[in-house]
């Protein structure tokens, strides 16, 4: 009973492989770079209401309407002007009905693939409830500095949990 | 006995191929140990008949042969079926022996030349049932999808044909549709191995055959025979299925096909008796009849012996018919004339890009750019592209339409089984099958269909004995129609039955608490009510229908692929449901709408009207609550700026358009900043990360390439007025 309940649940630990970085504000990320289906620049997005500040809203991507999400706002990290740096990484993560599905992520600017071995990356610390840790896969140290290896899967998969909730609030009653 | 017809003279090849029938049904009587001999008795006859003229221990052999299948009388012990294998092998030998004029050979002498004693057959189990396996050995799962597709189609036509085949039972064209199905059917599982369900079709094929050179007369008992061979088909189809989808995990299924064989085989022995028809070749001398004509066994053996491929050249060969006009033809013409299968994945991957292409190609045009230049030249050309580009646009969307037909007669069938389990005279009339419309509807709309026509059939069409009273034809008919009008395609269901009765769906709307006794509602809003949740006329509950499920459902599935039903009925005359349906799901008409610097898409068939309200047109109420007259009425109205939170560049409802939304009874007023125009909108999914119920029903790609919302109207009309005042 001395455990503390944030990390126990959290992800397994990264993969080693090949990952692709990016920076939002001063820190520096990484996912898998097999998630990873293409990086576009910047395009016209249409805000969908009544969705959390960090959902952005729907790109289309060649014909197909991807959802968009900014990771500084879902990391809590605050917003940011959007300069010629800043970009999409369009991803896939898993879906709900099996398969994958396309999910799009504003970062402040990619910056290399780079390959982490086993070595390179360690397992989450504990930061003992200051960050949320839920989505962070491990920490991987490269020469360029510390990257924060994040689960695309699992964010997406919780964004469409976390979506429940303001619905409860809403008053159903008649008037 | 055996030389009855000597007009046909013998040769080795006729007599071969009686051998190899021979041999494939004594494979199957090894597989299954009670069948009966019939077949193979009538298959030895042949043999006598093809035999005839050539060297006398070939008709020894044949007569003893027959003594062992014992006139087809009881199945064969296993002693007569290896009796049968050695002498199958000395006759195949024999043939060729005579064929190249030597010296027959030995008779193998553990073959007994005297007629043993028959033994009577252990009598057979009425409800027996044959196990067959799901995934054959050696054959894989894809050969096996295969399989199950093509037999759906088989199927179709099957059930299609035979409900023609009742109304009149000597059409050539459909004999022959029947029949081709029955035999590619054989074919197909003699490719798989899957010798049992080759026996049934080769019997039903059997009993087509007949009735197609007019040696049986198709008739109720027979139709049956013919429609449970089918059921057996569709349910081992289904297994087969469900087993490839993981739905289920056991590898065989059981089929009642000795059932299936002995009432075909009882329906062909009546046909021995039978009077012999007037036969078309116009010779006074009767054919014998199960000795069909041997220019008709060639072409079948030769497709049993070249392992049964299912070709289609085969089947068109034989029947030059197939070449006259009708729906079955067109269909099989349809076939043949190279039709593919596409996954639909892959269709909708297509659509979509030539949605992008079409967007890509205006963002050229209109770029100031080129449509500033003053080259004729590119001019010319963009115009041809412009053209190119909406042909392609809609041919792709072309692509997904398909007629009604599949559905129409899927009904045929359903009314026919209720009218056989109600006691009734139905008679089901289709006009307008080629209607097109989108496979996402089409397979939406079949439930619904179904339950109407449960309904009509059920409900609406009378006993003939009250008909009758009535002044009516004892039949009743139902008719089912499809037709184009404006963007939709409706379908209705009619039928001449008893009509519904607005006074006694009244009372029992009352009775189930749907409406008080002194609610005052038209005739129209009475007979809407049958499609409340819970409500039911029927006295009693029937197996049909009438279990207080159905119509409900009926208005459920259809208003969910955004198309209405109405219903209009006169008492003693009969009823008539009528839905309208959208052209496709993929595609609707909507109202581009702008509110502050956001534009979205309000589907057209929600929307009553809109207009610019005079100023003082809007009330409110309590402070808060909003209001607008319209024609007299007081609709609340809903601000899509405030319920949206977008900043709308004016406050004053007099500057903006209001928007008359409707669902169901429901009205309520969206307030927008200006229209844009009408536009077609492919919708598009909005995908896992948005939750439905939000306002939205899907994103459409706008002409500048941008995405715009669709308005989920429903959503917005029934919305709570509380939750309005919560986002403002």
């Known amino acids: 009973m001395t455990t503390l309940p944030t990390p126990a649940t959290g992800p397994a630990i990264a993969a080693p492989g090949k990952y692709l970085t990016f920076t939002l504000g001063q820190e520096s990320y990484g996912v898998p770079v097999l998630a990873v289906r293409e990086i576009i620049r910047l395009c016209p997005i249409t805000p969908v209401a009544t969705m959390p500040p960090h959902v952005r809203g729907v790109i289309n991507l060649r014909g197909k309407v991807i959802p968009l999400i900014d990771l500084r706002l879902r990391f809590g990290l605050p917003a940011a002007e959007e300069h010629d740096r800043t970009c999409i990484v369009v991803t896939q993560v898993a879906s709900a009905a099996g398969g994958t599905r396309p999910y799009g992520v504003i970062v402040d600017g990619v910056e290399e693939v780079a390959h982490f071995t086993a070595a390179d990356i360690e397992p989450p610390p504990d930061f003992g409830g200051a960050v949320d840790a839920r989505f962070i896969t491990g920490m991987a140290k490269a020469a360029s500095g510390v990257k924060v290896l994040v689960d695309l899967d699992l964010i997406s998969a919780a964004e469409s949990a976390t979506l429940e909730l303001p619905s409860a609030d809403k008053p159903s009653t008649v008037s | ?728």
């Not at chain 2, 299948?69 to 064969?76: T, V």
Request: glycine share 10%; with cysteine.
């Open chain 2, 1 to 728: 006995m055996q030389d009855q017809d000597t007009s046909v003279s013998a040769s080795p090849d006729a007599l071969r191929q009686q051998l190899q029938q021979i041999g494939l049904e004594l494979a199957s009587v090894e597989m299954m140990a009670d069948r009966p001999a019939t077949a193979l008795s009538d298959l030895v006859a042949a043999a006598a008949t093809a035999s005839a003229g050539g060297p006398p221990e070939f008709a020894e052999a044949l007569s003893l042969a027959r003594a062992w299948a014992s006139g087809g009388r009881g199945p064969l012990s296993a002693e007569a079926r290896g009796r049968f294998a050695l002498w199958h092998g000395w006759m195949e030998q024999a043939v060729t022996a005579w064929e190249r004029g030597r010296s027959l050979p030995a008779w193998p002498a553990d073959l007994p030349r005297a007629e043993p004693s028959p033994r009577p057959a252990p009598p057979r189990g009425a409800g027996a049932e044959q196990t067959v396996p799901l995934l054959p050995g050696g054959i894989d799962a894809d050969m096996m999808q295969l399989f199950c597709t093509d037999c759906e189609d088989f199927l179709r036509d099957i059930e299609q044909g035979v409900l023609v085949l009742e109304e009149r039972p000597d059409d050539p064209e459909t004999l022959n549709t029947v029949f081709r199905a029955f035999h590619t059917f054989k074919g197909n599982a003699g490719m798989l191995k899957l010798v049992v369900l080759q026996r049934v079709a080769h019997e039903l094929e059997s009993l087509l055959d007949s009735a197609r050179r007019g040696q049986l007369r198709i008739g109720r008992p027979e139709i049956d025979v013919v429609l449970a061979g089918a059921d057996l088909f569709s349910r081992y189809v289904t297994a087969v299925s469900d087993r490839l989808g993981g739905r289920q995990t056991a590898d065989s299924v059981a089929l009642p096909v000795p059932a299936v064989i002995d009432a075909v085989q009882a329906v062909l022995a009546r046909r021995d008796v039978a009077p012999p028809p007037a036969a078309s070749r116009g010779t006074a001398k009767p054919m014998p009849p199960a000795e069909p004509p041997a220019g008709l066994m060639t072409v079948e053996t030769s497709s049993i012996a070249a392992s049964a491929e299912p070709t289609p050249e085969v089947a068109v060969a034989v029947d030059p018919a197939t070449a006259s006009a009708g729906p079955a033809a067109a269909l099989r013409q349809a076939a043949a004339s190279g039709s593919v299968r596409v996954d639909t994945g892959k269709l909708d991957g297509l659509i979509d890009l030539v949605g992008e292409l079409v967007i890509a190609q205006s963002m050229v045009t209109q770029n100031p750019a080129v449509s500033g230049a003053a080259d004729e030249q590119l001019a010319r050309s963009l115009a041809q592209l412009r053209s190119i580009c909406s042909e392609l646009q809609r041919t792709a969307t072309a692509l997904r339409m398909v007629p009604i037909r599949g559905t129409f007669q899927k009904m045929g069938r359903l009314v026919r089984d209720i009218a056989v389990q109600l006691g009734k005279e139905i008679r089901l009339v289709l006009d307008g099958e080629e209607t097109e419309l989108d496979r996402s509807v089409i397979e939406e709309i079949g439930d619904p269909l179904v339950h109407m026509i449960r309904n009509s059939a059920d409900h609406g069409i009378e006993s003939p004995a009250e008909r009758l009273a009535a002044g009516k034809p004892a039949g009743g008919t139902i008719t089912l129609r499809a037709y184009h009008q404006g963007g939709f395609v409706v379908v209705e269901v009619t039928d001449d039955g008893r009509g519904l009765d607005p006074a006694r769906i009244r009372r029992k709307g009352v009775e189930r608490g749907l409406i008080r006794a002194d609610e005052h509602l038209s005739d129209r809003e009475v007979l809407d009510l049958i499609f409340a949740p819970g409500f039911s006329t029927a006295e009693r509950i029937s197996d049909v229908s009438g279990r207080g499920v159905g119509m409900d459902v009926v208005r459920r599935n259809i208003e969910r692929i955004r198309g209405k039903v109405e219903i209009s009925s006169t008492p003693g005359l009969g009823t008539t449901f009528t839905v309208f349906m959208p052209l496709t799901l993929a595609i609707i008409e909507g109202l581009l709408v702008a509110v502050g610097d956001q534009r979205f898409v309000i589907p057209t068939l929600s929307v009553r009207e809109s207009f610019r309200p005079q100023p003082g047109a809007v009330s409110t109420v309590q402070g808060r609550g909003e209001l607008v007259t319209v024609r007299g009425r007081l609709v609340p109205l809903l601000r899509l700026d405030r319920h949206f939170g977008i900043q709308s560049v004016f406050s004053d409802p007099s500057e903006g358009i209001v928007i008359v939304a409707e669902a169901g009874q429901e009205t309520r007023c969206l307030l927008v900043d200006s229209l844009i125009g009408k536009q077609e909108v492919v919708i598009k999914s909005l995908g896992e990360t948005f939750p439905p119920g939000r306002g939205f029903a899907g994103a459409a790609i706008l002409a500048d390439g941008r995405v715009g919302l669709i308005l989920d109207t429903t959503a917005l009309v029934r919305i709570r007025n509380h939750t309005t005042e919560t986002a403002a």
